[in-house]
Nanobody
């Protein structure tokens, strides 16, 4: 069992940056691949990016590639999402999730946080 808590969301102007954190508790965090997803009002949850258990491999949605970076610190049981050059269309609730392996589909992730709101004003 893994419990996940996101933090770091907020209101930012377009072009600004935010760093989200996802703190994990429970067993074997370092053995899980981690993913970030987001859900805007009236839209389905969508993949943002993922990172392998070792941090050696990352993958991103085309919409955020080059602007967002995922990293993790297994000593701190934390995964991060650095978001730069934010756009109004990045506004959403952001979720971290554990257990997806090399998959980008939400169905492969077993554990989810409660989400943190990111709002980007134009």
């Amino acid at each position: 069992q893994v419990q996940l808590v996101e933090s770091g969301g907020g209101l930012v102007q377009a072009g600004g940056s935010l760093r989200l954190s996802c703190a994990a508790s429970g067993r074997s965090f370092s053995s899980y691949a981690m993913g970030w997803f987001r859900q805007a009002p009236g839209k389905e949850r969508e993949f943002v990016g993922r990172i392998t258990w070792s941090g050696g491999i990352t993958a991103y949605a085309d919409s955020v590639k080059g602007r967002f970076t995922i990293s993790r610190d297994n000593n701190k049981n934390t995964v991060y999402l650095q978001m730069n050059s934010l756009k109004p269309e990045d506004t959403a609730v952001y979720f971290c999730a554990a257990g997806g392996g090399l998959y980008s589909s939400a169905q492969y992730y077993s554990y989810w946080g409660q989400g943190t709101q990111v709002t980007v004003s134009s």
